[in-house]
């Protein structure tokens, strides 16, 4: 089982690319990397997911390099709205081994 | 709408006492989870079920039980033998497979009196 960590906080301002990474040294050939935004009191929403090279879509995108030992959500000129925490989950194809990263948290300020 | 359901958002518990929290998705999943969120902290896993009739312990089962009667229903008991039971608890669910993202409710916060 793939043992993930993340920084635990970042800050950013308004509109600048915002880059958070998850390690994933011993990540498994058949696992997949996902990516949680979470805000206060609510549960976590689905962001992207990727296996390999990059992905992108409306809201984000991930870089996952050759290796795999790692992977980078990017998201694009960062709102205030974008405070949040984010988490990466590394599991397999089968749904039966997963674990969430300890989350980053993201403060966007003005 | 189709979605996940949890409630109560807010419960409480005296000491020695069961209580059983509800998670309710109309998504069709066959998937569904729970999780625990202490505060400042993140998601650790109690129980998952890839199916009716079966479940798995997660990594903190001891003082949880769960049941999975019918596919859209997946309710959490909190034992009196779970010494410290306040936190947000999270359930999700999911189309089977690791490829599939998990959808979440918006939680119950649990408080011993």
């Known amino acids: 089982l793939a043992k993930t960590t993340q920084p635990i906080s970042m800050d950013s301002y308004e509109g600048q690319e915002v880059n958070i990474t998850c390690s994933h040294n011993?990540?498994?050939?058949?696992?997949?990397i996902t990516w949680y935004q979470q805000f206060p009191s609510q549960g976590p929403r689905f962001i992207i997911q990727?296996?390999?090279t990059k992905v992108t879509n409306e809201v984000a995108s991930l870089f996952i390099p050759a290796d795999r030992k790692s992977s980078t959500l990017s998201l694009p000129r960062v709102s205030l709205s974008d405070t949040a925490v984010y988490y990466c989950?590394?599991?397999?194809?089968?749904?039966?081994?997963?674990?969430f990263g300890p989350g980053t948290r993201l403060s966007v300020l003005p | 709408d189709g979605g996940i359901t949890q409630s109560p958002k807010y419960l409480f518990r005296k000491e020695g006492q069961n209580v059983t929290l509800s998670c309710e998705q109309n998504?069709?999943?066959?998937?569904m989870y729970w999780y625990r969120q202490d505060p400042g902290q993140g998601l650790r896993l109690i129980y998952y079920?890839?199916?009716?009739?079966?479940?798995q312990k997660g990594d903190i089962a001891e003082g949880y039980s769960v049941s999975r009667e019918k596919k859209e229903s997946f309710p959490l008991t909190v034992t009196s033998a779970q010494k410290n039971p306040t936190a947000f608890y999270l359930c999700?669910?999911?189309?089977?497979?690791?490829?599939?993202?998990?959808?979440f409710g918006d939680g119950t916060r649990l408080s011993i009196l």
């Open positions: 999700a669910s999911s189309i089977q497979g690791g490829d599939q993202p998990q959808h």
């Open positions: 011993n990540i498994a050939t058949n696992d997949y």
């Open positions: 990727g296996y390999k």
């Open positions: 989950l590394v599991g397999d194809e089968y749904g039966q081994n997963f674990v």
């Open positions: 998504l069709n999943h066959d998937a």
């Open positions: 079920s890839q199916i009716v009739n079966d479940f």
